[in-house]
């Protein structure tokens, strides 16, 4: 297990990451308490907090509420550190994209869509201020969530969020390199489709009284 660079005396994370792990495995919701005892600790490290994360969500512990906690306090660690990991930063966006918006869902929860949306506008600030560092193969996999996302909106019947998130990922297309050429006529091809038929669809909505 890595943790990281801990101070000179690693006893106490030591004990907590050890107790977090036990207690993951019998899951244990007071794994949620360990959590904030890390987090009081001094100069605590944000792979100590990415292993907690990932202890977490491995069966049979699903704590995603711990997980998501986790990976935000070590996001945030990490966008004040002098010299900025884009690469640790993207995965951690991915992760907490990933365990908030899970693929095959049939309803999505505004409040849901609300935070998916704020890691999209983290990853695109750092994508605009340091696009050459920011992995090709995370922009594509935002981007192609996003346009999911928002299909799936689609099929519900939500087409003012639909082309939020079609729109969104549109805004993922743009900072693609050399896969550009690969999506972007596909993509606007059915951007454009997908404009229409919400178009006619909403003509043909009951007006409601």
């Not at 107790?19 to 890390?38: G, T």
């Not at 594509?140 to 999911?148: G, H, K």
Request: net charge negative.
């Amino acid at each position: 297990m890595f943790l990281g660079d801990v101070s000179k005396d690693p006893t106490e994370i030591l004990l907590l990451l050890y107790e977090f792990e036990a207690r993951a495995k019998l899951n244990d919701p007071e794994i949620e308490n360990i959590l904030e005892k890390v987090l009081k600790l001094q100069q605590i490290e944000p792979k100590t907090l990415e292993t907690l994360a990932s202890l977490a969500m491995e069966s049979p512990a699903h704590f995603p509420s711990v997980c998501k906690k986790a990976l935000k306090i070590a996001l945030s660690l990490k966008k004040k550190q002098p010299n900025k990991d884009v690469i640790r930063c993207s995965k951690l966006l991915h992760s907490l994209i990933q365990i908030s918006l899970p693929t095959g869902i049939t309803e999505i929860e505004p409040r849901i869509l609300e935070e998916v949306w704020s890691y999209y506008e983290e990853a695109l600030i750092i994508i605009e201020s340091l696009q050459e560092e920011y992995p090709e193969v995370e922009i594509l996999w935002l981007m192609t969530r996003a346009w999911n996302t928002g299909a799936s909106l689609y099929s519900l019947g939500k087409y003012t969020e639909t082309e939020q998130w079609c729109g969104l990922g549109m805004r993922f297309l743009k900072h693609l390199g050399s896969l550009r050429a690969n999506y972007e006529s596909q993509m606007m091809g059915l951007y454009t489709e997908i404009l229409d038929r919400m178009d006619r669809e909403k003509k043909v909505l009951p007006i409601e009284e």
